[in-house]
Nanobody
Framework: VQLVESGGGLVQAGGSLRLSCAASGRTFSSHAMGWFRQAPGKERDFVAT????????AYADSVKGRFTISRDNAKKTVYLQMNSLKPEDTAVYYCASSSTATGATRRWEYIDWGQGTQVTVSS
């Protein structure tokens, strides 16, 4: 599946952004989706995941209560609503499609990746 992220940008601390990830190709609705992020010089870390139907989600502790992942299978799109942004949220954010239908938190469980979108939070 091909994935294209959008919605990144520059925002002040405390602000909000909504990332979108549009999918094309193989069956989108059968697979869990996830968001990861990578800051300069660091590993690509898990942020959030949603199962195939959108009924179950999971989050990294660092974003719990501030970020919300959701999906619209009719539009083949997954979203990441980010509120109360902090400078430490600055990173390139990647959308990914899992090999399973249930939520996945580990990189190796994902088989397709987008090119990423930059999010920069100024203090």
């Amino acid at each position: 599946v091909q994935l294209v992220e959008s919605g990144g940008g520059l925002v002040q601390a405390g602000g909000s952004l909504r990332l979108s990830c549009a999918a094309s190709g193989r069956t989108f609705s059968s697979h869990a989706m996830g968001w990861f992020r990578q800051a300069p010089g660091k590993e690509r870390d898990f942020v959030a995941t949603v199962n195939w139907i959108g009924s179950s989600t999971a989050y990294a502790d660092s974003v719990k209560g501030r970020f919300t992942i959701s999906r619209d299978n009719a539009k083949k799109t997954v979203y990441l609503q980010m509120n109360s942004l902090k400078p430490e949220d600055t990173a390139v954010y990647y959308c990914a499609s899992s090999s399973t239908a249930t939520g996945a938190t580990r990189r190796w469980e994902y088989i397709d990746w987008g090119q990423g979108t930059q999010v920069t939070v100024s203090s």
